[in-house]
Structure formats: structure tokens, C-alpha cells
């Protein structure tokens, strides 16, 4: 059972005889509050704003893929350059991911949360203002940096929830988030249209600026979990990803999935701009919400996480993110029967990232209660590092190849995520500690 990975690493500064502990804003703590919040989970009206917070907050890291060539010919810049918006924002989210999520664990997570969400709505107006290429990719490079408020947020709830419906409340934030990452395509595409690419960047600051203050009256204070010093800290998380297996195994599937589904976005305003479909921008943006229905997996991962089912879950979806390439690598031609296949690959490819996505976190929570920022933080790291690669690599497959290429490569990544989900050959599946509920209880 989970105890058997607890042993590995040791943090002798942690607060283990609380760490769930929750405050309420505002106050001294109440004798039994802690332990009644709990047994209570987290309210429908909280976690809806959470869910929306953890939306918005990431939002601005995907504007830019619909509007790249929009970008581009207003800057002045190449398309190759305008691609590195994408790989920046991924390596300043990565940088918040190593640097400031861990912080969660040692800081009290209100006043984190807020003043991430606060300097996401300063630096999105710093894009919004960019006048040259430079100034463009640090105005995004900072957004990402700072916008990892999602994953604070994502963890906070986590905390916050009963243990029996852990799955199903990071499913539901988690639903937020990835219904911000496909719907900020369309947002984007459609605000393009009305008043320029600068316009979604100033509308998602406004929002970001008010998120920061809803978010200091509504959430509860939490007493930090580890009184480690910041470069302890530091090596505490890397010490968590060495040690544990199960951290090691989930972040590497979660690496190679979200690199195969960068693959995809970062292609797709190239493919569908192209003589073969022609779009505007924001028929692009509207493609993704066909990949909103991603978001319906985020739920359901989260549900059959509660019963134990996240293993089998993560299997079946690198599975069928293998098959989407095949629909996917047809639409390439263009015409009726592309649109179909690139609509049919999208959603399934959506659906399957964020199954494996939702199971890997829900299995990862279950190793280490008391450390989860620290977990979230070598988990989310390694999957945004492989989204990262994932752009990168999508800029000189394109550049070499085209849309065959390009999806050779996806399916290439998503073949490596498979041989790692699948069981072993020899000695059966590895063992994964059983998520949410009963480790947590026993932690």
C-alpha cells in the first residue's frame, strides 16, 4: 500500500501531525475546524471559482497558438521566432513549476495563490503592450512563470477536499484548467477578430485582476506543512521525484502525452492558415472547442480514481492518444473529409491526454500527503518540460517535413507514453499506490 513508498524520503522540518490543516480567513483557528473541513470537503461555490481561477490563470500561456501568423506579420517577425511563444511560455511555466510551486508547502497558500494570480494580470498586460519580438516572448515568458497559480490552486483544493472525493475534486479543477487551455484558443481567435491579437490580452488581465481579489475573501487560509528553508525545499522536491517511483513513472507517461499534444497545437495554426484549408483566425480558435470536450475526461479520470481505476485509466487513454494520429495524419489533405478527420483526432486526442493527465496526478497525490506541492511541483515540471520539447520539436519537424512529419512525431511521442503506462512484461505492473482515499486517510 502507499506506506510502502512513505519511507524514502524523509523531511525532518515537515508538520506531519497536521497536514491538512486549513484556517479560515480572518481569524484564529477554531478548535476541531481543521479536522470538520475536511470530513466536509470543499463547497460547490468554492470550488467553482477555484475551477475558474485555475482556467484563467493558464489561459494566457495558449493565446497565442491560434494567432501566430496574426502575430508574426504584426511584429514583423518570422514564423519561426512567432513558434518560440509557444516553447517560451511552456519553459516559464516549467521555471514556476520547479521554483515557485514548492513554495505552497512552506508559505501560507492564500496569500500565494493571490499574489501569483495578481502578477499574471501585471505581466499579460506586458505582452499586451509588446512592440518588437522581444518584448513579446518576456511579457509571455513571465505570464508563464507566474501563472502556475493553477497548480497551487489545483493542490489547494486537494487539501480542502474529504478524502473519498479527492479524485473527484481535483477532477473538477482540473476541468476548469483544461477547458482554459482549449477555450483560450477560441477566445482568442474570436476577440482577434474584433479588435486585434493585443485584445484578449488585455480582457484576461481584467479577469486575472479580479480572480486575485475574489480569491483573498473566498479561500481559506492553510498553515504551511514544512518549515524547511527555500534551497531545502528545493531538494526536497528533486529528492521526492529520485526516490519514489511512482513520481518517476507518472511524471515520464505525463511527459511524452503532453509532448504529443503540443505537437498537435503548435501545427495547428500552421496546417489550417495553409493553402489546403485556409481559416481565419478564429475558425482556428473555434476548432478548439471540439477539444473542449477534454474537459468531460478531467471528471470522470477524477471518479475512477476514487474507486481505484487510475492505472487501468492512464492505459487505455496512451492507447487511444496512439490512435488519434491516425484520423489526424488524414486530415493533412484538406477538404470535407479532412475536417472530419482532424475534428474525430482532436477529440480524441483531448479526451485521452487529459484521462492519463487527471489519473497521473490523483496517483502522484497519493504518495506523499503533507508534500503534495512538492509532488505536484516534480510531476507538473516533467510534464510541462515535455510540452515544451514537444513545441520545440514541432518548429523543425514542420520546417522539415510538413504535416506528415509533424504527426510522426506525435504518434511517436504517444507510443513511448504507451510502453510506460502498459504493464510490464515480466513480473506484472509495477506496484501504484492506491489514490486519493486510502493513502490520504493514512497519511
Known amino acids: ?11 525532518d ?14 481569524g484564529p483557528i477554531p478548535e476541531g475546524w481543521a479536522a470538520d473541513r475536511t470530513e466536509a470537503g470543499i ?14 490563470s493558464v489561459a494566457g500561456n495558449y493565446f497565442a497558438q491560434p494567432l501566430l501568423d496574426t502575430i508574426g506579420d504584426d511584429l514583423g517577425i518570422g514564423s519561426s521566432l512567432t513558434a518560440l511563444v509557444v516553447t ?9 513549476l520547479v521554483l ?20 499574471t494580470a501585471l505581466f499579460l498586460t506586458v505582452t499586451a503592450t509588446a512592440d518588437g519580438g522581444a518584448l513579446l516572448l518576456l511579457g509571455t515568458a513571465l505570464t508563464g512563470f507566474v501563472s502556475v497559480a493553477a497548480q497551487i490552486v489545483v493542490a489547494y483544493a486537494a487539501t480542502l477536499a474529504a478524502p473519498h472525493e479527492r479524485g473527484r475534486t481535483v477532477g473538477t479543477v482540473m476541468s476548469g484548467l483544461v477547458l482554459g487551455i482549449l477555450l483560450a484558443r477560441t477566445a ?3 476577440l482577434a477578430d474584433l479588435g486585434g491579437w493585443r485584445t484578449v490580452y488585455w480582457v484576461n488581465a481584467a479577469l486575472m485582476a479580479l480572480l486575485a481579489v475574489l480569491l483573498w475573501i473566498c479561500l481559506p487560509a492553510l498553515r504551511p506543512t514544512t518549515d524547511l528553508r527555500y534551497p531545502a525545499l528545493l531538494r526536497s522536491t528533486a529528492a521526492l521525484l529520485r526516490q519514489e517511483s511512482v513520481v518517476r513513472r507518472r511524471s515520464a507517461i505525463g511527459a511524452l502525452t503532453f509532448g504529443s499534444f503540443s505537437v498537435l497545437w503548435t501545427s495547428m495554426a500552421f496546417l489550417l492558415s495553409g493553402a489546403e484549408y485556409g481559416w481565419s483566425d478564429s475558425a482556428i480558435g473555434l476548432l478548439g472547442l471540439a477539444g473542449a470536450a477534454g474537459s468531460l475526461a478531467a471528471g470522470v479520470s477524477g471518479r475512477l480514481a ?6 487501468r485509466v492512464s492505459r487505455i487513454g496512451t492507447l ?15 477538404g470535407g473529409w479532412g475536417v472530419a478527420a482532424l475534428l474525430v483526432g482532436v477529440l480524441v486526442l483531448d479526451l485521452a491526454v487529459q484521462g492519463v493527465h487527471i489519473s497521473n496526478q490523483n496517483l502522484v497525490y497519493a504518495v506523499r500527503p503533507e508534500a503534495r506541492n512538492r509532488l505536484n511541483s516534480a510531476y507538473m515540471t516533467s510534464y510541462f518540460v515535455g510540452g515544451a520539447v514537444g513545441s520545440a520539436l514541432t518548429s523543425a519537424v514542420w520546417a522539415a517535413g510538413g504535416w506528415p512529419a509533424t504527426c510522426a512525431a506525435g504518434a511517436a511521442l504517444a507510443a513511448g507514453a504507451l510502453c510506460l503506462a502498459a504493464p510490464r512484461a515480466a513480473g506484472g505492473r509495477p506496484h501504484e499506490p492506491r489514490p486519493s482515499g486510502e493513502a490520504t486517510r493514512r497519511g
Not at 500500500?1 to 523531511?11: G, I, L, Q, T
Not at 522540518?13 to 480572518?26: K, L
Not at 476514487?306 to 492505472?311: E, I, K, V
Open 1 to 11: 500500500m502507499a506506506e510502502e513508498n512513505m519511507h524514502d524520503v524523509h523531511d
Open 13 to 26: 522540518g515537515a508538520r506531519r501531525s497536521a497536514p491538512d490543516a486549513a484556517t479560515p480567513p480572518g
Open 43 to 56: 463547497g460547490r461555490g468554492l470550488l467553482l471559482l477555484m475551477s475558474v481561477a485555475a482556467g484563467l
Open 88 to 96: 517560451v511560455a511552456q519553459v516559464g511555466y516549467g521555471l514556476g
Open 100 to 119: 515557485l510551486v514548492p513554495l505552497g508547502d512552506l508559505v501560507e497558500r492564500r496569500r500565494l495563490a493571490v499574489g501569483l494570480t495578481a502578477a
Open 188 to 190: 482568442a481567435g474570436l
Open 306 to 311: 476514487d474507486r481505484g481505476l487510475a492505472p
Open 320 to 334: 487511444l492518444l496512439l490512435l488519434s494520429w491516425g484520423p489526424l495524419a488524414a486530415a493533412g489533405g484538406g
